[in-house]
């Protein structure tokens, strides 16, 4: 039997070969759909995006920082300005072996230690990735020298910087201040105060002074170029520029040939002083002794020089004039004596008997002058600088009467000057007590301690500004000026000027005859009181007030000078304003550890207002301490109507050198809440 042929179906065969097609056909399509609608996305809807990061692979944007402001004084002296440099940077993230780096670098340029130093510091302080400056102010010779060896040294290059540069050193050091290299603290608070975008490419900024209270005019705008790379990273050509915008201009209130003047007559002593022109709150100058020279933080400074500044035991960082706080002595008599008249306390011709001290419960205050000084009335008392008249008075007024008068006369406040640091000090009241100790038995105010407040020891501490600022107050019969030491403020690009000159904040409601009666034996102490041989033939009436402020209580012994280490001598105190009947200077000034204000003080505030009033410079240069400069009789410095010394130029201002006395705390301690004890006197004025 036959086996039946099984016959093929080619329909079927047929059938599925065209579905097997069509699906593959599908598939394809699908494939090339899905490629294309992507390519559609990313050519078409997401063109722009893709554009720009194409672009910014080929774009680099590279920050330009703009040329920052200078400063200069109230006559056109530049006090702070930039200039051009090349600097040799190391960028230490693309370097394998720093050191080997240096060392080779060294032998085509010089490095010194100092540089060395400072670069390490710097590291410390920077991200790796940060260009750090190892050789600043590159000599041409030195720039080609690497210029031809630079493909020896990867992440190593030269680059051109504006440098902040103080053409003055020393002088007016603290209230210029200084810039410094920004590090991860600044970026913190440029970031929360939106102003990173402005520092790109910036390396520095205000630290210190002015240059930090007013970063923001003097840093000006940072600008932008676009610069075209290539594979490498290497600019190829530049496409677009935006200029950056230079910082604003300060113009300052300050005489520099005055502030010189002032800080030459220091000497060798530490100090401060503060002028201020009455009828506008403008410091005409503002000095702390000893001083620094700000242009060693401009590149970065090296430990060693932050040691010797920063372990001084003068302290020259420390801005005396707005910082230190000390007890004022008797200057502080002038202002309790118009309190006296305006609260009513005393009429101007009531006299007390001074029998040489102040009894007070089975204390006893004591007066300078053994004996005492006979029948004082309110404008003798100020003229003899008589102790006793005081302690009788602030018994009668109480502490929160004094406290009251002093404050709008800016005892114990910040004044608002525009500089950063200012200290507020201690007005002593019953309130300050209670907030200021821990202690219940300590938080008591005792009437006893009322007594020598009078006379500016206990706890009272003020700086030479709070006392510069009250004197110009009275000045100005009773008007209230903000201290500030920038004049107006000049656009770089439309030199248009902004004036800093505030209308007054306060006015005083002091009565005209009370004024003129401390006024007039403000001038008396310089033509028969305590300062009268040091303002003898002066050619204008000032009204001043010497102060002796004692540094240690002496425990019931005489004060000797001679006995007392430097440390410890009491510190020496002025206070004036002059023409008397029309003031155009205020100043109070102090010599730490000078000793008497007649001897140590009044001398420099004579050779100050001899300048600014009379155009007079003294005969010679103070050459150890204000008590050697005192005994040159003042008379004889005025009487030659021709100087023979000048004042040293702008560029070369004179660089006293600082004494290495320790100075001391000039506020009481807190441990002795009694602090009004007989031994609390005025040694002499």
């Known amino acids: 039997m036959s086996r039946r042929t099984e016959l093929r179906n080619p329909q079927r065969e047929r059938y599925n070969f065209q579905l097997r097609l069509w699906v593959a056909i599908a598939v394809v399509l699908a494939g090339f759909g899905v490629l294309l609608s992507r390519f559609f996305f990313l050519q078409v809807v997401e063109h722009d995006k893709y554009h720009t990061m194409a672009e910014t692979n080929r774009i680099s944007l590279v920050p330009i920082p703009p040329p920052r402001g200078i400063i200069t004084d109230r006559n056109g002296v530049v ?35 100092r540089d060395r130093r400072r670069f390490k510091k710097l590291m ?51 209230l210029l201040g200084y810039i410094g290299r920004i590090n991860d603290r600044d970026l913190v608070m440029l970031e929360e105060d939106g102003r990173l975008p402005n520092y790109r490419g910036s390396d520095h900024m205000g630290k210190f002074g002015l240059e930090q209270s007013y970063e923001e005019q003097l ?7 676009e610069v075209e790379i290539d594979a490498n ?70 430990p060693q020089s932050w040691r010797e500044l920063n372990e001084s035991p003068d302290h020259p960082l420390n801005n005396r004039a707005i910082q230190g ?17 305006e609260l009513g306390k005393r009429t101007p011709h009531q006299a007390f008997a001074d029998p040489g001290y102040f009894l007070f419960g089975n204390h006893r205050f004591n007066d300078d002058k053994p004996g005492g000084h006979g029948m004082v009335d309110l404008e003798r008392s100020i003229v003899v600088s008589c102790d006793t008249y005081y302690y009788l008075l602030a018994n009668d007024m109480g502490i929160d009467n004094i406290a009251r008068f002093m404050k709008p006369l800016g005892f114990g406040q910040k004044s608002g000057i525009d500089l ?49 600022q009250a004197t110009s107050i009275l000045a100005n019969r009773g008007v209230v000026f903000r201290p500030h030491l920038v004049r107006y403020i000049e656009n770089s690009m439309t030199r248009a000027r902004t004036m800093i000159e505030p209308q007054p904040v306060a006015r005083l409601p002091y009565k005209p005859q009370h004024l003129d009666t401390v006024t007039r034996a403000m001038v008396n102490v310089n033509k028969a009181g305590t300062s009268a041989r040091v303002f003898a033939n002066a050619g204008y009436d000032a009204a001043g007030k010497t102060g002796t402020a004692q540094r240690y209580s002496l425990r019931g012994a005489t004060y000797i000078r001679s006995q007392v280490a430097k440390h410890l001598q009491d510190d020496a105190w002025f206070i004036v304003f002059a023409p008397a009947d029309k003031p155009r200077i205020a100043l ?19 050779k100050v207002l001899d300048y600014y009033l009379l155009g007079k410079l003294p005969k010679e240069p103070a050459k150890s301490d204000a008590p050697a400069a005192a005994a040159t009789s003042p008379a004889a410095e005025s009487a030659s109507p021709e100087p023979a010394a000048t004042l040293p130029s702008a560029a070369q201002p004179s660089a006293a050198q600082p004494s290495a006395a320790q100075p001391s705390a000039a506020q009481p301690s807190a441990a002795q809440p009694n602090a009004a004890q007989p031994e609390e006197e005025d040694h002499s004025d």
């Open 219 to 225: 840093h000006g705008k940072t600008g932008y170029e």
């Open 588 to 606: 109070a000034l102090i010599v730490e550890n000078g000793g008497f204000g007649a001897e140590a003080a009044a001398p420099i505030a004579r």
């Open 325 to 341: 706080t000390y007890m004022p002595g008797s200057t502080f008599k002038p202002f309790m004596a118009l309190g006296a008249l």
């Open 420 to 468: 950063p640091g200012e200290k507020a000090g201690v007005l002593p009241s019953t309130e300050w007590k209670r907030r200021a100790f821990q202690k219940p038995q300590m938080k008591k105010w005792y009437a006893g301690e009322t007594v020598s407040i009078a006379i500016g020891q206990g706890y009272n501490s003020y700086t030479p500004l709070q006392l510069a």
């Open 233 to 302: 990273g290497r600019a190829v050509n530049s496409l677009k520029r935006t200029p950056p915008i230079s910082g604003n201009n300060l113009v300052l209130t300050v005489d520099i040939k005055l502030q010189q003047l002032a800080e030459q007559a220091f000497g060798n002593n530490k100090g401060a002083l503060v002028a201020i022109e009455p009828a506008t709150g403008g410091v005409l100058a503002l000095v702390s002794r000893p001083g620094f020279d700000p242009n060693l933080f401009v590149d970065g400074i090296d």
């Open 79 to 113: 006090l702070a300005r930039n200039h051009s440099a090349y600097t040799l940077e190391i960028t230490p993230s693309k370097v394998e072996d720093l050191n080997a780096t240096i060392d080779a670098l060294a032998k085509l340029i010089e490095i010194s230690p």
């Open 124 to 174: 410390e302080e920077s991200k790796d990735f940060a260009s750090l400056p190892i050789k600043t102010r590159l000599s041409d010779e030195e720039v080609a020298r690497f210029a031809v060896n630079a493909y020896r040294f990867p992440g190593v290059e030269i680059k051109a910087r504006l440098f902040r540069h103080y053409p003055m050193g020393e002088s007016a050091s603290h």
